[in-house]
């Protein structure tokens, strides 16, 4: 498939008027969203704003209400999730979800699953092109952890690494998909400050090596400022703002909302 | 001694095939999270193909007995793992967002659509199954191997292994541990879940199938009902085992089959289901998960 | 087995269409007014006399089931050829427990309550012969059964009659034969405790061997249904007996035998009637040559009425009468005897005709029924050898 050149005016993903309703309850209300080849946007907002939600839709968890989203020029609306995922959408969790009991080798090696031709009876007659394919998949595997320091954790079990490195192996599980869409949920959520700083690194590291765009949802003002070109607001479902960092910061909307949002969360505080 | 010896030769011959169905239980409730009580009377399906293709494939191959054999239990397998599929795709796939209940009983009612369509098939009366002779391997002092018993160990190992090749060293068995730790993020790792579980259901067959055939030769009596009780016990294996696990599952088989076989020796021979039942239930008060289990709070 | 189950099929339709055409036939005969009238309970309507018979068509002792219900179709089928009893055709209505535990009872109560049946034929084994008795007691419907040899079964009233000997005698004459025949006096029992009929006989057995001088070595136990017969063999072998009494069915004896041979235990099996099926051999193979049951009759007696009957029973099914069907056989025609000689199909004339009966020569032996509603005959030793069934010796006490 040829793709025409990146060209940021016609995007990779583009959510158009897109509502997600359960029940009574409207979560995601007429969301437009663009993500242009090779870039970097973010999707902020308040607790409980959708974020996530809109994460669920473009990854086939949830079919939206209404409206319409298309990767690529095709539509992925009604596609299973292994199904965009195998388009190019890859994405870690907000809660991490690793497979716990096996090895950090495996967990990547579970995400290169769609580029491997072989199947069950090839593996079983272990001919030379499976040996040559499975030596080629273990290179490319090694060479990413490598590249993430996760290199040396080989063999031990994901649910055994310290909390930072399992945030970098949901990364680095999600990049062996190859995709070209990358959608991180809340990566810096449980980080110390030096971890954030890289993290910030590390986001603009892969976006520039392996030339992907990336969606980030992040609570953390500092890192979403600090690495995104251009910043969508979510409150209530509803999009109030768009820009860049700049423009964001200095949005009355947006001050609101997260002042709103301060006062939300001050009395739970108070109370504990 | 010898007695002791003895009884722990034929414990580890019922246990292997016990844990061969044990693991067809304990792969499927790895992915779906539920118990598929058909499976036992796949088994009973893996000998009536063996019964009914013995005589022709011996035929075929009538100076080499053992490849015939081998080409039996690969026809029960093969046939066994479509039934498998068939069934995961007709019975319990439409009904994948189901409670878990309603498949439980879905999974009850294709177990006695099985039984009775067996008996329509192929007879309610028991059948005699013929397929290797049995010869005696006298070992030191009086100890006796059968050759059948030998069949079941050889096949055992070299089926376990093969198992432990496939989930740990090919790209469909990491999806299936992907797939039991967590369906959504497996999902959007690219796995497709469907095939996945389809693999998961044809494999569990197979090694029921080759359960059958195994558990034929050596009691050459089957019927469409032979699957109820070692399917049975089969379950309990799995859950004794950590259900879910795969190891687990063929420790759990050789477990019940060796107490089980302890217990028949003595005068207490009638009772040793109860007896074995009883024990287990001993051990998951202790080990609630069972034995090679990890307690996993399921996160949805 | 599939031409079996299909040749058993189409006989028993065969069977169905040619008395729906008898009965069909005779309708015009029907103005008999001493028959009729005479017909009282139950039967008044009909120019036809209705017998009921349950039996284990399909199931673990399918072939039981099916040889005994065979024989007993031939002699009804002979009776009604030379004119029936009282001027009437028997009609003989069939069902099916699948060797199941708790179908007898339903099926003989709908027999006697909805087909109005003058009599009740059934069963082979014990277990299932006691489910049904205590229904045909209280309805005074007779009940015969054919080969149930557990005392309990004719304890069960007095409608309650059978024409097989009893396992007290069968015991005593296996311990007999273990002791003269075998020479042994070390003898291992394995019992099947879900068999009355096995639990029974095993006791009468242990009685009489015990009495004689001999020692039970080893008493294992078993369920019915169960495979796997390595352990309790196992300790058996280690008890070194001379000789294994196997008092079960023949589906267990048969896997019995082959997985003691495969232990190396190389002393001979016997057993009593309830070894007796083609399917013994068929599942226990080579390893149930030189073992030894009793039963009923063999095929290999040349007295006339057992070899015209074995004439009639091949050509008609094509194979050799086994003891079940000479019983069944036999029990249908003492129960035509009895008919014909109380003159009507009252249940309580029947049974007093039953309970006179002296001096039938059947196919398994000269039958009278004693005080007890049982039947005292001699009984008949038989091996495997060449994977056949041969005759040994004619035992009684």
């Known amino acids: ?40 946007i973010g999707l902020i907002g308040p607790n409980g704003a959708g974020k996530t939600t809109v994460f669920n839709i473009i990854t086939g968890v949830y079919q939206p209400t209404e409206g319409a989203i298309s990767f690529g020029h095709q539509s992925i609306i009604g596609l299973r999730p292994n199904i965009i995922a195998t388009k190019g959408i890859a994405r870690t969790f907000q809660n991490i979800r690793l497979f716990p009991s096996m090895t950090v080798y495996d967990n990547v090696r579970a995400a290169f699953h769609l580029h491997v031709a072989s199947g069950l009876s090839h593996a079983l007659w272990r001919g030379r092109s499976f040996h040559a394919e499975e030596k080629s998949v273990e290179e490319q595997v090694m060479e990413m952890l490598d590249l993430f320091n996760l290199g040396r954790f080989r063999n031990a079990m994901a649910k055994s690494l310290p909390y930072g490195s399992q945030r970098r192996l949901e990364i680095v599980r999600a990049l062996a998909t190859r995709p070209k869409l990358l959608l991180l949920d809340e990566p810096a959520a449980g980080m110390n400050p030096t971890e954030k700083v890289e993290l910030m690194k590390l986001i603009q590291f892969i976006k520039d090596k392996y030339r992907i765009s990336v969606l980030l949802v992040e609570h953390d003002m500092q890192v979403v400022m600090g690495i995104c070109e251009r910043i969508t607001v979510l409150d209530y479902g509803i999009k109030i703002a768009e820009g860049t960092p700049e423009q964001v910061r200095s949005d009355r909307k947006v001050i609101e909302a997260y002042l709103g949002e301060d006062h939300r969360e001050a009395k739970p505080s108070a109370k504990q | 001694m010898t007695e002791f010896l003895q009884q722990l030769i034929n414990g580890l011959s019922l246990g292997a095939i016990y844990a061969l169905i044990a693991l067809g239980y304990t792969m499927v409730y790895g992915v779906l999270r539920f118990i598929n009580f058909a499976h036992s009377d796949v088994f009973m399906v893996g000998a009536f193909v063996g019964y009914y293709s013995g005589p022709k494939v011996l035929q075929m191959f009538p100076n080499w007995p ?65 397929l290797l002779p049995s010869q005696n391997i006298p070992l030191f002092g009086g100890l006796v191997f059968s050759s059948n018993q030998l069949i079941v160990f050889v096949l055992t190992v070299v089926l376990l292994i093969g198992l432990r090749f496939i ?121 609630p998960s069972g034995l090679l289990g990890t307690s996993q709070t399921e996160k949805v | 087995m599939k031409e079996r189950w299909n040749f058993w099929t189409s006989r028993a339709l065969l069977i169905l269409a040619v008395a729906g055409l008898l009965t069909g036939c005779n309708k015009p005969q029907s103005p008999d007014p001493s028959a009729g ?48 009893v009282l001027g009437k055709q028997i009609k003989l209505l069939y069902e ?96 099947d405790v879900r068999q009355p009929y096995s639990v029974g006989l095993a006791e009468f057995f242990r009685q009489r061997f015990v009495q004689d001088g001999g020692a039970v070595v080893a008493e294992q136990k078993y369920s019915g249904g169960d495979k796997d017969f390595n352990a309790v063999l196992t300790a058996t072998k280690a008890a070194d007996p001379q000789a294994i009494f196997v008092p079960g069915y023949y589906t267990e004896a048969g896997l019995i035998a082959r997985q003691a041979r495969q232990l190396g235990i190389n002393v001979p099996l016997f057993g009593g009637d309830g070894w007796e099926s083609p399917k013994l051999i068929e599942i226990g193979g080579a390893a149930v040559e030189g073992t030894y049951y009793s039963t009923h009759y063999s095929p290999e007696d040349q007295s006339p009425v057992v070899q015209n009957f074995v004439k009639k029973y091949q050509e008609r099914y094509k194979e050799t009468p086994d003891a079940m069907a000479a ?29 006179a009966t002296k001096d039938f020569h059947g196919v398994t032996g000269r039958t009278m029924i004693d005080a007890e509603r049982n039947a005292s005959k001699p009984a008949v030793m038989v091996t495997i050898k060449d994977g056949k069934f041969k005759y040994v010796e004619t035992l009684s006490l």
Not at chain 2, 123 to 130: H, I, L, N, V
Not at chain 3, 37 to 45: F, M, Q, R, Y
Not at chain 3, 167 to 173: E, I, R
């Open chain 2, 66 to 130: 053992i490849v015939a054999g081998l080409c039996v239990l690969a026809l029960a397998m093969a046939v066994c793992a479509a039934l498998g599929i068939i069934i995961e795709r007709l019975a319990y796939r439409p009904l994948r967002d189901r409670s878990k209940l309603t498949v439980l009983i879905t999974a009850i009612g294709v177990s006695l659509f099985l039984e009775y369509a067996g008996q329509r098939l192929f007879g309610a009366d028991p059948k005699s199954f013929k």
């Open chain 1, 1 to 40: 498939m040829t793709l025409p050149a990146p060209n940021s005016s016609d995007p990779l993903l583009d959510v158009a008027r897109c509502t997600m309703r359960f029940g009574g309850l409207t979560a995601v209300s007429d969301l437009n969203l663009q993500v242009g080849a090779n870039d970097l």
């Open chain 2, 167 to 287: 989930v740990f060293n090919t790209k469909i068995g990491t999806a299936m541990r992907a797939v039991s730790f967590n369906h959504h993020a497996a999902a959007l790792m690219g796995i497709n879940i469907d095939v996945v579980i389809s693999f998961t259901f044809g494999l569990g067959s197979a090694l029921a199938a080759a359960g059958g055939i195994l558990y034929a030769q050596n009691y050459p009596s089957i019927d469409p009902l032979m699957g109820v009780l070692p399917g049975l016990k089969a379950f309990v294996a799995a859950v004794l085992g950590g259900i879910g696990n795969i190891p687990g599952a063929a420790l759990g088989g050789l477990t019940i089959g060796i107490i089980e076989t302890f217990v028949s020796g003595t005068r207490w021979s009638t009772y040793r289901d109860a007896i074995a039942f009883a024990i287990l239930i001993l051990i998951l008060l202790f080990k």
């Open chain 3, 37 to 84: 009238g005479a017909g009282g309970a139950g039967v008044a309507t009909d120019n036809v006399i209705k017998v009921g018979e349950y039996a284990s068509l399909t199931g673990t002792e399918a072939t039981f089931g099916q040889s005994s219900h065979n024989g007993t179709a031939l002699a009804i089928d002979e009776i009604n050829a030379a004119g029936g």
């Open chain 3, 327 to 355: 019983l069944g056989y036999d029990s249908a025609m003492v129960l035509a005897d009895a008919i014909k000689r109380a003159g009507s199909t009252e249940g309580p004339k029947i049974r007093d005709a039953l309970a």
């Open chain 3, 96 to 191: 099916d427990n699948q060797s199941k535990a708790g179908e007898s009872a339903a099926i003989v109560l709908k027999l006697i309550s909805r087909d109005k049946v003058a009599a009740v034929l059934g069963e082979v084994a014990s277990g299932r012969s006691l489910e049904a008795a205590p229904i045909c007691q209280q309805n005074k419907v007779p009940m015969i059964s054919p080969s149930s040899t557990n005392p309990e079964v004719t304890k069960r009233g007095e409608y309650i009659f059978r024409i097989c000997f009893l396992d007290s005698f069968q015991g005593a004459v296996l311990a007999r034969f273990a002791k003269e025949t075998l020479k042994a006096t070390r003898v291992a029992i394995l019992t």
